[in-house]
């Protein structure tokens, strides 16, 4: 019970190392009968692959999905779905000059505090390539959510300095932010080259949104639709806040004005995010999360090695600007873990 | 599995509603020989109760906590730890006229819409009573904390517009805002007087913070100990966004700025909060949440009732004006049950 | 998680020693719409008390129950369930000789060995009066089995020396043995009355069957039916022993006694006990316990004291000769709640 | 969640068919530091291979294990261990004529009443392949046992109508049935060879013991170390009954024969098993299993067809007379499962 493993019913348990043999995930729980194949998982493992400028990730991985097991004749059976993705470009000798040495940002220090044991390459298992597992897994949830007709929207509203002002739903994948706004997208790519540069790196805000959600999904009291959604985002390794609906904002409002007044139609306004005590009320689910910086900088960084004594360190290779975007797709893999779980949860009550 | 049970170790089970006989926890996993007794619990379950102007709250309840099962001679046994808080103060006619209308921002709809029955009287489970159990558990929980002498500090950083603009730590009970910056808290109560006449409600923003926490506590990949946190205090009704250290500050931070130099005397800041890569670091934790206002309001609504007619709806009766400060002790209670949780699953990898 | 909770949908969590204030269980995940009352769950809590010769507990127990939460209106809300029972003739004085004495045959030493402390007191929580709480829970667990028309039946097959040679399911409450042959229930009779002379207890075996049981319930691999059977009889204190089918009498079959034919009608056998792959298969499930004698004798016997010096021990007081037949409504609990747990993880991904 | 995964601290999730791409296992939980390879691993998993006359499966299969993760320098890492064995020799064609015929004592129906889809090559996730999984991760399991000194021994007590006479622990690897009696195994290869020419099959009985185990494992109520070792023994597809210590003989014991008296060195007989109230008391764990007859024969069967008409069938190619022996070393590795998870559970209230 080291913490690989997610969800009540849709169960899923990932394994793997940056530079180990592969990643790979084991979902438990899928309903049997759901048209699967490695095509429409690789489909959204290719979203999270590098692209564009403000990924300079060097490392060239296909990252190719095989099912190893739980699917027949194109169809889930049931049983557990294993997944694998082989690792192949793993170059670790180009961080054998950090085995001593705990990078500012990483979990070096702690996983060495915890474990007093740490696989040093890439940052092993706390490296962002874990997220390969959750995305394929993510891939199955939303072939389930499809037939329910739930839709995810994920898109950026910030990225450094910058945040959208508009939301043009069908921009999001004509700009390589996955911006909403192609005016914010252009001055995204400007504020990147810059910061690019300093040889510095950049935050930013992610929105997810899922449609026709059915009233009902989530429980009370600790299994909180937003409670599972909160603990889900906040557990990708850059996403250091959660807000449901108005989140923060509410902070500073009226309950006259927060509170979303209810019509035959629907509810008017949408400040709860389309969670109330903790259930779906049926309106739009919406998340924002905020993604920190990539502590992967290569500015000269203090520090201590091994024997606590002070060092500094400039991080050298590959590394992205900014979490955003590849980030995104492994947001909407975790909110379709979390609506198909409650889903399943919900059935099993009916 | 309605969701009522929090914690892999640690496990708390609640139960009760708001004007049923009672409301209580079960507390599965509490290592034996700690000193217990009614007065420990009723100490922590004091600071929940209504108190000063912001806290309108006219239901009486002493909530006196009686200890069923688990403790003998004063200490824990080991095994189920039952805690029972009698409801007796509950005055349900006063919410037969809701019976068939639902309250804005509250749970009326979404639980009638999840279970096809609720009791309606005074939210029922999605009643903010629900909390009794929890601090029960929580001051259950900070006693095992005491002997690692992890020490847990929660203040109002926010209320409505009013934000705090220092941090004396040793004011935070000198004001009823439990604010640790007398000026603010001065502002406060001139901002709550004006928002009781006007019968409407506020939101603000609460710290959690604990200090001698050992480095290691959390767990890799989805129970981070971040995630855990997130999820626990998003799991409480009024809250609508959680944030770790810098939080969504580090949204618009650059690497170099966001990420904290290591020295051999330890982190020289601490935008983390506490937490890298879901594990503790050793440094204080710093979480913040935002509070929603009250949704109960004596400004009039729209709403529909249970056949989905349009009406209006004035909410009489006693309703405090903003669930700060006392939520403050709820928090409090979920960040003790997240930390004792991880003190022992780190103990059994030892 | 000292183990006091059961089931992965309808979960429950049992709390309780024989001496403290009470004994309960609160139910997590019962199905909302379900018609439940005091008077459903005291009509099975009354088939545990004592009665008959065989039953020579002197304990005066009425054993209320009562429902603390969780029904509205006569119906299950979907939240849970809490049950409570109050003890009130615990005459813990009765016990205070053993508080440093070791019984052989319970609990005393391997509690003590496990926690370092012990509630002594009538055996504290390994006390066979731990099963009120499961009682409670399984007769709200048979409520939303009736649903089904799933319907259990318990008899005693053996006790000491006597086994029943017929089975005539209409003379089980005719007897205080729970037997479903008269004749042999009048030779337990006899035996019975030998034993209670003697000063010594008795064992036996109980069957469970379960009808209208549909195909398809239970899970691959490890949470089989009649893996999850095992564990939930298994758990019941006297219990050493738990076979289904044919159980230990398959060792010694070949294969072409023991496979169940298939006809166009259903199995021509049930050597299966109506468990195939640890899936059911439509049959009646059959499901036999062997329960060890009451420890509780007063012969004198050899044991160590809390110093670990030898000493002797006659056992005074009220003690039942066999655990049976008050153990039987235990057993049909068990079953229940293996049942129901089941029927809802096979709704969940229908 | 289909029940794919085992333990609550050392957790397993397998995967996997008989005819599928592979076989495997992802450990949750086991602690850093141990010892581990691909070697330590082999070594059990080659005691499940088949050999000698009992077995004459007459797939070839290498089993090769590979660890994907978790393992750093020949150290566990504290992380996922993830180990798959290849399935290489899976001759599916054979198993074509049974696409539509429900083999009489195998899950072909209730698996097929259960999803409505199959993976029928080889019996799919109901094969005894997926044992596989459970000897690598007992295995692992075994590693951190062998720190506290503890030592599994299983042997087989029965095979058809031959039952073990005399207990010589030394013999036990020097015959191929695992028999702690030489005389005994003569009998029983006598018996193979007759049974063999039948076309017929086998069942037999199956002891587990393990030493050297520290007083205080196992939880009160559900979580007894019985009961768990009940379901992971019961899992076992083979399995029909568990029994600890004296078992199923208890039932025609008197309280004054079967409680086990203490004297200041310990216990001074063992029908308890080891096990007082759920808790280990220090002694030998005793444990046994009956195991049914392999249900795969070349006589001809009753049986139906998917459309439900009646058929007959012989099962043609590779069949074991018996799963024992090499059900054994499954066996151990449940045990090897229960025991570790109970020993990090205890560590944890430490």
Known sequence: ???????????ITTWGESHGKGIGVVIDGCPPGIEMNEAIIQKMLDRRRPGGSITSTSRKESDTAKILSGVFEGQT????????????????????SIANTYRPGHGDFTYQA??????WRGGGRSSARETVGRVAAGAVANAVLQKEN????????ALGSVKVETFDQ?????NMFLCADMLAASRMEDEVNQVRQEGDSLGGIVEIRAKNIPPGLGEPVFDKLDADLAKALMSIGAVKGVEIGSG?????????QNNDPISPDGFLTNNSGGILAGISNGDEIIVRVAVKPIPSISIEQKTVDSENNPTRIKIKGRHDISAIPRINVVCEAMMNLVLVDHLLRQQAIK
């Open 150 to 157: 739930i839709e995810i929207i994920v898109h950026t509203t």
């Open 1 to 11: 019970m080291s913490g690989s493993s997610f969800g009540k019913l849709f169960q």
């Open 248 to 256: 923060f904002g509410t902070a500073s409002m009226r309950g006259s």
């Open 77 to 96: 059976t049931g049983t557990p779905i294993s997944i694998m993705v082989e690792n192949k470009d793993a170059k670790s000798k180009a961080y054998n």
């Open 114 to 119: 915890k474990y007093g044991i740490r696989d």
């Open 170 to 174: 069908h921009v999001v994948y004509e």
